[in-house]
């Protein structure tokens, strides 16, 4: 991507006429809101020498602003550096010479220009929110077990899910109960039950009415045996890597896509690239350091699953566990019945997961981990373990309130998810509650 396309996407989508500000550097280029004047890009060729690289060739960057969290992290990745001429604790800049993806550049921009808008006060509904999180906490200051509070977001996205699902040979009758049905389960929704339970009780509405729910398991199927065809080069990349641990965290987060609930089209040649982007499409930051010396201060491991496909990805995450930290005993949890396309026995068995850890399910059907409705073995294990690596956003959502030791793995799909930790779409993200 050069800097002519830039301006043409800002154009069309902002408005944004570059202006030139400088006679002594006549080439950089600034990008600025119409309404405030605030820059949230600058375009700038420079010596290489001059932002630390290797020789004086002229490079061409762009300057975008993010939050500094963020920049810690996208520094860790192959080209983002230092904002040149802008205070670092607010800025980076961009390689333009294809080491980053035009969809990362693109969404980092967009989020530059978000973040330079002018903002608005909290309005009453966020304090209230915010009211609402804090009646979590009880006298003692302890926090109640209570899951995500819901979100419009949510419900949007599970209702768009949910009219998808319905058979096009259904009779009028069997719509409209079924809508209704639907309706009445998500107004009389609690701020206590999170998205994941609620795709269970419609489920079994459509089941009750429909005679069925969609079944995933010719998909499922086919992205085991996809993956599993891909495992021999992945094994070597693995190999020769410098650090294989991190390596296989990274394909593990960006397999986190073969979502056929959060994600509408599931694309091979998408996934194909994030295979092979795995180094840009993931930010682990500080929180890897963690997790290694907390792997290697435990016993026992939990490892919760998500989708079918990735857990090959996931199983090459495990094996390396297991090589680096052999005193670890590994155990996985995945779903003691068919949900969307999450793992069950049957995937574990076809995948050969069992050879890595020892594989137990859950006792339920709700994607995530919904901890009152896990059977009496599986929650024995949850709380035998030292540290719980959680796969998903499903997994985030059920448990992200509970204060046990959990890393979360997930690639961020869901425009909520997206704005909480301020990355781009489909960007993995190692966090620890």
């Known amino acids: 991507m050069d800097r002519q396309d830039i301006f043409d996407y800002v154009k069309k989508k902002y408005g944004t006429e570059p202006e030139y500000l400088w006679k002594k550097y006549s080439s950089y280029a600034v990008l600025r809101h119409q309404d405030n004047g605030k820059w949230y890009g600058i375009l700038m ?14 490079v061409d960057i762009l300057d975008v602003k993010c939050e500094p969290a963020m920049i810690g992290l996208l520094r860790q990745s192959p080209g983002f550096l ?23 550049i ?16 909290n309005s009453g509904q966020q304090q209230l929110l915010q ?5 979590a906490l009880t006298k003692s200051g302890r926090i109640k077990f209570m899951s995500t509070l819901l979100r419009s977001e949510c419900l949007q996205c599970l209702t768009e899910s949910q009219l998808r699902s319905i058979p096009q040979e259904a009779g009028e009758e069997q719509k409209l109960a079924f809508l209704q049905g639907m309706f009445e389960i998500l107004s009389k ?53 410098e650090d294989p641990l991190r390596k296989t965290l990274q394909f593990s987060l960006v397999g986190n896509y073969i979502d056929f609930s959060a994600v509408k089209n599931v694309e091979e040649a998408y996934l ?34 998500d989708n079918a496909g990735e857990g090959v990805l996931d199983k090459l995450f495990l094996e390396v566990i297991g090589e680096t930290y052999p005193q670890l005993n590994l155990k996985v949890l995945v779903k003691g019945k068919p949900v969307l396309n999450d793992v069950t026995r049957e995937d574990a068995l076809q995948i050969g997961l069992q050879k890595t850890a020892e594989v137990y399910d859950n006792g339920n059907g709700i994607t995530g981990t919904w901890l009152p409705e896990l059977s009496s073995e599986a929650k024995a294990i949850w709380d035998n373990a030292d540290v719980i690596i959680s796969k998903g956003q499903a997994n985030y959502e059920t448990l992200r309130l509970n204060r046990r030791n959990i890393y979360f793995i997930f690639l961020c799909k869901c425009k909520m998810f997206c704005e909480n930790f301020r990355v781009p779409r489909f960007t993995g993200v190692l966090v620890h509650k």
Request: hydrophobic share 35%.
């Open 106 to 121: 693109l969404d980092l921009l967009d989020m530059s220009f978000t973040h330079t808008t002018n903002k608005k006060r």
């Open 272 to 305: 194909e690239k994030l295979l092979k982007d795995v180094e840009q499409s993931c930010v682990l930051g500080e929180t890897y350091e963690m997790l290694k010396r907390d792997l290697s201060n435990s016993r026992e491991l939990l490892f919760l699953t």
């Open 131 to 135: 009211n609402l999180q804090q009646l």
């Open 45 to 58: 060729d420079v010596p290489g020498n001059k932002l630390g690289l290797s020789g004086e060739d002229i």
């Open 189 to 241: 929704a609690s701020a206590e039950v999170c998205a994941p339970v609620l795709v269970r009780d419609i489920d079994e509405l459509n089941r009750k009415i429909f005679g069925r729910v969609r079944d995933y398991s010719e998909e499922k199927y086919y992205y085991n045996q996809l993956m599993l065809e891909k495992e021999p080069e992945i094994r070597k990349i693995i190999h020769r890597a």
């Open 82 to 104: 230092p904002g040149y001429h802008m205070n670092k604790n607010h800025w980076i800049s961009i390689l333009l010479d294809g080491t980053v993806s035009e969809d990362k």
